[in-house]
């Protein structure tokens, strides 16, 4: 999802710029949940339930790291243009397996990017996180496999 | 003890005694990682041999995520050594013919572990090794987790 550049600015320093950019992807994935979730069908309530309570949770605790080194973290912009048109369970599925690859790209991002052991195996946890999330919505699809064999990554499967 | 150069070559981590200076630990530890995700994509073909449907599908794919991760990490530990990966251990017990053929739980249960492993290497490791650990982590993870345990029903 595309949005005008988040304010304040983005940290110069690698490790503090993939964290801003994680908790960029996690508000723009609370936000396209909203959509996801007006689209959905109610056996997967369950499901948009918990993907948005861990991407608020994510962000919160994001944000915590950011502010122990006194970094202000992006704010939510005031809107997001959505990459399709969703109007039927199917594109809200498709839409929650994007967030889910966008934001794993973006923690996988702050695996490579980070410091610190500690914020290495928070972003590990929240990457995979995302990857599970994306796995269910897959399922959710029918879509085989359900899997991917690099979540947030490059490499060739 | 003679032995050839070839040998000494496939030998990996145990050459170093030979002259050359001691590998860093990452080295062992991405062998290490290797080693599991050579032995989960050998399982999950054996398991899904003995399936069918569905199950064999989500084993298949198992087998061949496994396999495209034992080819990064060779791949990544040839950048780092500038010559070959070592090779599998040998493990000729494993694939005994009486052996009955494995279970798609023991892959599961196979997958957490390295799941577990990749996790916590992954947060000692750093830079590209840090992130490619990374994600082998979310996909054993989301492999045992979501692709191989009994669909979730709805009501």
């Known amino acids: 999802m595309t949005s005008p550049a988040p304010e304040p600015t983005r940290p110069a320093n690698p490790g503090d710029g993939a964290l801003f950019d994680a908790i960029a992807a996690e508000h723009a994935a609370i936000y396209g949940y909203g959509v996801v979730s007006a689209h959905t069908t109610p056996d997967t309530n369950w499901l948009v339930s918990e993907s948005i309570a861990a991407h608020r949770e994510r962000r919160e605790a994001a944000l915590a790291l950011l502010d122990d080194r006194s970094v202000a973290g992006p704010l939510p912009a005031a809107g997001y243009r959505l990459p399709t048109t969703v109007d039927t369970p199917e594109q809200a599925a498709k839409l929650a397996v994007q967030m889910e690859n966008d934001a794993a790209t973006a923690w996988r991002a702050v695996v490579e990017q980070a410091t610190s052991e500690t914020d290495r195996a928070f972003a590990v946890a929240a990457l995979t996180q995302c990857a599970v999330a994306a796995a269910r919505w897959n399922q959710v699809l029918g879509a085989t496999p359900v899997t991917v064999a690099f979540p947030g990554g490059a490499e060739q499967a | 003890m003679l032995v050839s150069a070839a040998v000494l070559a496939l030998a990996g981590a145990?050459?170093?005694?030979?002259?050359?200076?001691?590998?860093?630990?990452?080295?062992a530890e991405l062998a290490a990682q290797l080693d599991r995700a050579r032995a989960d994509s050998r399982?999950?073909?054996?398991?899904?041999?003995?399936e069918?449907?569905?199950?064999?599908?989500?084993?298949?794919?198992?087998?061949a995520e496994r396999a495209a991760h034992a080819r990064a990490l060779s791949d990544e530990l040839v950048r780092m050594r500038g010559k070959d990966a070592p090779t599998a251990e040998p493990t000729p017990s494993e694939t005994a013919e009486a052996a009955p053929p494995p279970k798609a739980a023991d892959v599961s249960a196979a997958l957490k572990t390295s799941a577990e492993s990749a996790t916590e290497l992954a947060a000692r490791l750093t830079g590209y090794q840090a992130g490619l650990v990374a994600s082998i982590a979310a996909a054993c993870t989301a492999a045992h987790t979501v692709a191989l345990p009994a669909p979730r029903k709805t009501s």
Do not use: D, K
């Open chain 2, 52 to 63: 069918r449907g569905a199950v064999a599908q989500a084993l298949t794919a198992v087998a």
């Open chain 2, 43 to 50: 399982l999950a073909a054996e398991a899904a041999a003995a």
């Open chain 2, 14 to 27: 145990a050459s170093a005694a030979c002259g050359e200076p001691p590998p860093p630990p990452e080295v």
